[in-house]
């Protein structure tokens, strides 16, 4: 598959998108994200793939949707138009975790987009921020939703109020990024965790993102109730008897995702 917005690669059960539109400090276009969509789903599908990473270039991971294609949409072209939900979400149908490698800048749909995914790996050089409000927008992916359970309803106000950015050691205090690490050292680390997650068991990895994220959306007596029922089903898997087995053999176990 060839793609003009975005480059794929595999490396060692990884795989790696990498936001390519170097002109636009990678402005998330509709065409964009129609492809990350078609990757990300065909990784997802790909049964040699464990985890993903999506990444983008040194100055910015992306600098936001693209302003010179919304510039002159009306309410009805992005009502009937179906904008956001038409491509942005096909992220949140992938089963497989998703790592957000950043480095520069995440503003706007580039900080969002960094936050539908499973967690984020911040090169010291990372900047995020939800700017539309100097454009006379709001955010329209996720920015006033998962900004705030991210960061705390203070921080995302202050940053979707007065489009400030804030840097990498912010955003780690904020519980934004799971850790930072030197630019020079981003994609060696994420493709590090990545093949860590890889080598787990796939579908105990998935039945782990899926409940986590179920806490975002539940009470906690459901959230725990439904991650009782995934443990429980842990026990029905061939993956579950290799851990233990290994564990007890004293050796690394071999899954085989059934
Ligand atoms: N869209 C389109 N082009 C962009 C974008 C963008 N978001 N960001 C940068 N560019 C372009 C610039 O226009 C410039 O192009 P050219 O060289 O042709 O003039 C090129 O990228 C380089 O940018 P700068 O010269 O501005 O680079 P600087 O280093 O001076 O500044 C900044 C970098 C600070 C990142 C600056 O480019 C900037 O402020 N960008 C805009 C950030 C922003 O406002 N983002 C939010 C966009 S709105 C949004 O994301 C809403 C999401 C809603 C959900 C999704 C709906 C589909």
Redesign the pocket.
């Known amino acids: 598959m060839s793609y003009e917005n975005i480059l794929v690669e595999t490396q060692d059960k990884v795989g790696v998108i990498r936001l390519n539109r170097p ?3 990678n ?4 065409a964009l ?1 129609s492809e990350l969509g078609e990757a990300l789903l065909a990784f997802d599908a790909d049964d040699g793939i464990g985890c993903i990473v999506i990444t983008g270039s040194e ?2 991971f ?9 510039a002159g949409y009306s309410y009805m072209d ?1 009502f009937k138009g179906e ?2 939900t038409r ?2 979400e096909t992220i949140r149908r992938v089963r497989k975790p998703v790592i957000a490698a950043v480095a520069g ?1 995440a ?6 987009l960094a936050m539908m995914c499973d967690f984020i790996i911040a090169a010291d050089t990372a900047r995020f ?4 409000i ?2 006379g ?1 709001i ?5 006033t939703q998962r900004l705030p359970r991210a960061v705390s309803k203070a921080k995302a106000m202050d940053l979707a109020l007065t ?1 400030r ?1 804030m840097d990498a050691e912010e955003a780690e205090r904020a519980g934004l990024v799971s850790r930072i690490v030197a630019a020079d050292k981003l994609m060696e680390e994420a493709l590090a965790a990545a093949k860590t997650i890889a080598d787990m068991s796939q579908p105990i990895a998935m039945m782990v993102k899926d409940s986590v994220n179920r806490a975002y959306e539940s009470t906690l007596a459901d959230g725990m109730k439904y991650e009782r029922a995934l443990f429980y089903s842990c026990f029905a898997t061939d993956d579950q008897k290799e851990g233990m087995k290994a564990f007890i053999e004293k050796r690394p176990p071999v899954f085989k995702n059934s």
């Open positions: 002109k636009a400090l402005a998330l276009s509709d994200m100055k910015a992306a600098a936001g949707a693209d302003i010179t294609g919304m992005v904008f956001i491509n942005w800048y503003l706007g749909g580039g900080c969002e921020g939800q700017p539309e100097k454009l927008i955010p329209g992916a996720g920015g489009g950015m």
